[in-house]
């Protein structure tokens, strides 16, 4: 039996830069891991099965799961020809901007290659992933890292210093698709610089940080769901350092250095918001 944590993440940036020919947009984000997870349990089957089971009431478990997706991809790349249930415990959110099913894709190509003893390195996982979903690449490394290309094209960085985050997730559905439909790219005011970024994370200093943020997708989600922008102003009222919408959204994440501020921002947010967590980028 093989447990494997799949962790959500957030985007410090994240900035498009071009609509490809293929339909897909150009990107440029710095993704932070955080430590709410998934669980998942990989055990092997006598037969040639893959099975998926989770607690997620609205989550596939067919081939739709990427998990399950996962598992198919890895057999065929490796040609290995066993079986596998995959077990998925689901905390992160489902369609909140935060990956979720991504890096549970991510955390079974990894659980699975040890299962399956199939060895392949990291760089061949996140190959495969690539076929599954965009983040799904960086989900095989986790971490600090700059995500280029439409996601897949992953320049890992140094660790982010440790901060606390608190991730409040309104009860509103965004289609990924719908705010990417509704970007028009010459209406972007300002371009978030993963590189100054990557410089103001190797300072450690928040304040620099806070600067060189920003996610130009932001605008367009909270026209729709002006809801985004009132936590975010929220969140800063009570005291985050910094908040912003993490990929399409809808969670919107604050940031701060200091423990108990995050305890009682999130402590106050859950009197009227059911879906907030405590977490760390470390
Ligand atoms: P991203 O930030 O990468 O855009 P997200 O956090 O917005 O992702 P997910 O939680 O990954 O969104 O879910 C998006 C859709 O994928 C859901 O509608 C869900 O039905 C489907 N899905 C497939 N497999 C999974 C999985 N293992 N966990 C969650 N959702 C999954």
């Given at each position: 039996m093989i447990y494997e944590s799949a962790r959500a993440k957030i985007n410090l940036t994240l900035d498009v830069i071009a609509k490809r020919t293929d339909g897909f947009h150009e990107v440029e984000m710095v993704m932070q891991t955080v430590d709410?997870?998934?669980?998942?349990?990989?055990?092997?089957?006598?037969?040639?099965?893959?099975?998926?089971?989770?607690?997620?009431?609205?989550?596939?478990?067919?081939?739709?799961?990427?998990?399950?997706?996962?598992?198919?991809?890895?057999?065929?790349?490796?040609?290995?020809?066993?079986?596998?249930?995959?077990?998925?415990?689901?905390?992160?959110?489902?369609?909140?901007?935060?990956?979720?099913?991504?890096?549970?894709?991510?955390?079974?190509?990894?659980?699975?290659?040890?299962?399956?003893?199939?060895?392949?390195?990291?760089?061949?996982?996140?190959?495969?992933?690539?076929?599954?979903?965009?983040?799904?690449?960086?989900?095989?490394y986790g971490g600090t890292a700059i995500a280029r290309g439409r996601g897949e094209k992953i320049e890992r960085l140094p660790s982010a210093p440790c901060y606390f985050v608190v991730l409040v997730k309104p009860a509103i559905s965004v289609s990924t698709a719908d705010i990417y439909g509704a970007l028009r790219l010459d209406r972007i005011v300002e371009h978030p610089s993963a590189r100054k970024m990557t410089e103001a994370l190797s300072t450690r200093d928040l304040d620099r940080v806070v600067l060189a943020a920003g996610n130009v997708l932001e605008p367009i989600t909270t026209e729709i769901?002006?809801?985004?922008?009132?936590?975010?102003?929220?969140?800063?009222?009570?005291?985050?350092?910094?908040?912003?919408?993490?990929?399409?959204?809808?969670?919107?994440?604050?940031?701060?250095?200091?423990?108990?501020?995050?305890?009682?921002?999130?402590?106050?947010?859950?009197?009227?918001i059911k879906e907030v967590y405590l977490c760390r980028t470390c």
């Open positions: 709410l997870c998934d669980y998942l349990t990989m055990t092997e089957r006598d037969d040639e099965q893959i099975a998926v089971t989770t607690n997620a009431a609205f989550v596939p478990t067919d081939e739709r799961n990427l998990a399950y997706k996962a598992a198919l991809l890895l057999r065929e790349a490796t040609g290995v020809r066993k079986g596998a249930l995959i077990d998925i415990d689901k905390r992160i959110p489902v369609a909140a901007g935060l990956a979720g099913g991504s890096a549970d894709a991510a955390a079974a190509l990894r659980g699975l290659n040890r299962l399956w003893n199939t060895r392949l390195s990291h760089d061949e996982l996140a190959e495969i992933g690539a076929r599954i979903g965009s983040d799904v690449p960086f989900c095989i769901h002006p809801e985004v922008a009132r936590i975010k102003e929220q969140l800063l009222r009570m005291g985050a350092v910094f908040a912003q919408m993490s990929g399409s959204g809808p969670t919107v994440f604050g940031l701060t250095t200091r423990e108990q501020k995050a305890k009682r921002i999130a402590m106050e947010f859950k009197t009227w």
